[in-house]
């Protein structure tokens, strides 16, 4: 088993993180617990902006709904990276933490008019415009409030990356994105030169999601600059900034080999610069906006291994004290994850186990047919490889509490969020009067709805 970033296993034989103890952790903040590698982070974050934002204007915009917190923030902005937003909450989030908000980008296919609203207010960087509604609507907006806006054009360049079917976004028939068929692109550039108050200064395009082969970028990049060299002749237009998206996949097991952030850094640059010649275009500047591949392997997830279940001659069920709730990865989009036994990291595997969740539902895994040393009631199992889209996805379902995220480095942990509690989970909710009973109407503790 390759361990990812600071994971060593120390002299107790314990898995250690960050120069921490993972089983002092799981002690200190209970489980299950999400375990943020922050020098793992810092290096990815740093690869980034060594590869693209030494590149004049070149920015690398972190993809917020990858992993998010206010701590998050601070850390991506101590760093001097951007920040993609798709939301008004995730902008909330990082203007909370103190964000400069000129380094921040708001994408999305369905912005709402309050959520353009706060981005035009806050002087965000710019708007990554998805379809011709938006155009109109945040032309109108901008024009109203007197602001100029900078804006990149959202494009589907109709590449289909090597990936999960549901997280390929690049295809023509997508949700995402000005479809390059039917002149509604080039029309979109056209409407967007000629709104007074948006300063169109290029185009953007996102082909998915876990990609480990580079070859798919160089294909986006064909596409988008053919488009570029068709929009120019129509109009005179030629795109300052190229804004390629995400992408770049992380090592879930051993079968996954991502390209290092270098490699996919050098292969953009120089198919953004043959392909920009070949048009005649100028070279455009690059923006990436990188999620997984900073934050994925500096995730791990700590449960408590409960109930231990035989059926004969089928398969050993591990249940542990999470599950879909904080990692609905595996119910969704069936993806594989390696684990040790925390507390015996160094152990051989020596069964072949699945590891249950514990929500009411079959789908409900974590892994399957996994290779683990014996396992026991109250292991401390760890999954890895949990950095990415397993936070920032998890649910309450089942009324389960979400757990903390720590932020480990040089032998310190601390808090990136608290663990939720039973309180937490009826904070919102309300009993309308007509249920309430008599003594509650006298309690200002119990929420009652207006
Ligand atoms: N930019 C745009 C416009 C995106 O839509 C995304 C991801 C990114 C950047 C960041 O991509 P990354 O570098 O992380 O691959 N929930 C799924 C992944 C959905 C990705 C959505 N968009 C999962 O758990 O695999």
Same mark, same amino acid.
């Given at each position: 088993m390759r361990l990812r970033g600071t994971a060593r296993i120390n002299a107790r034989n314990h898995l250690e993180i960050g120069g921490c103890d993972t089983v002092e952790l799981a002690r200190r903040f209970g489980t299950p617990?999400?375990?943020?590698?922050?020098?793992?982070?810092?290096e990815n974050c740093r690869a980034y902006r060594e590869a693209f934002a030494s590149e004049a204007g070149g920015m690398v915009l972190y993809a917020a709904k990858t992993f998010l917190t206010t701590g998050m923030a601070r850390l991506v902005d101590e760093e001097g990276l951007g920040l993609d937003v798709v939301s008004g909450g995730e902008l909330y989030t990082a203007l909370a933490a103190g964000f400069p908000s000129e380094r921040i980008y708001f994408n999305g296919n369905n912005k709402s008019p309050a959520e353009l609203e706060e981005a035009l207010a806050a002087r965000i960087g710019g708007v990554v415009v998805d379809n011709p509604s938006e155009l109109a609507l945040l032309s109108d907006l901008a024009a109203r409030r007197g602001?100029?806006?900078?804006?990149?054009l959202r494009i589907a360049p109709g590449v289909q990356a090597h990936t999960h079917e549901y997280i390929q976004t690049g295809q023509a028939d997508s949700k995402f994105g000005f479809p390059l068929v039917g002149g509604v692109a080039l029309a979109g550039v056209k409407e967007a030169l000629s709104a007074s108050h948006l300063d169109l200064r290029g185009y953007h395009c996102h082909i998915g999601s876990q990609i480990l082969a580079l070859e798919?970028? $160089?294909?986006?990049?064909?596409?988008?600059?053919?488009?570029?060299?068709?929009?120019?002749?129509?109009?005179?237009?030629?795109?300052?900034?190229?804004?390629?998206?995400?992408?770049l996949g992380a090592r879930y097991t051993a079968d996954d080999d991502p390209p290092p952030i270098e490699e996919l850094a050098r292969t953009m640059r120089a198919a953004v610069a043959e392909e920009a010649a070949a048009h005649g275009l100028p070279c455009p500047t690059i923006f990436v906006e990188p999620g997984r591949?900073?934050?994925?392997?500096?995730?791990?997830?700590?449960y408590t291994v409960g109930a231990i279940k035989d059926?004969?001659?089928? $398969?050993?069920?591990?249940?542990?004290?999470?599950?879909?709730?904080?990692n609905p990865r595996v119910a969704l989009y069936q993806a594989v994850y390696e684990a040790i036994v925390a507390n015996r990291a160094a152990d051989a595997p020596s069964e072949v186990v699945s590891v249950a969740g514990k929500c009411c539902e079959s789908g409900d895994m974590l892994l399957w047919d996994a290779a683990l040393p014996p396992v026991? $009631?109250?292991d401390l199992l760890a999954v890895f490889t949990t950095g990415a889209y397993n936070?920032?996805?998890?649910?309450?379902?089942?009324?389960?509490?979400r757990p903390a995220v720590v932020l480990v480095g040089g032998g310190r942990a601390r808090l990136l969020v608290a663990r939720e509690t039973y309180a937490d989970l009826i904070r919102l909710d309300l009993i309308p009067e007509d249920l309430a009973r008599p003594e509650e109407k006298r309690l200002p503790a119990a929420r009652q709805a207006p």
């Open positions: 617990l999400y375990v943020m590698d922050e020098a793992l982070i810092r602001q100029r806006v900078a804006v990149l798919s970028y $160089r294909a986006a990049v064909r596409a988008m600059l053919e488009f570029a060299a068709e929009a120019r002749a129509a109009t005179g237009y030629a795109p300052e900034v190229l804004d390629l998206g995400g992408g591949s900073i934050v994925g392997e500096a995730g791990t997830t700590l059926i004969p001659g089928v $398969r050993r069920y591990v249940a542990v004290d999470g599950g879909m709730t904080d026991e $009631r109250g936070y920032s996805m998890a649910s309450n379902y089942n009324r389960l509490p």
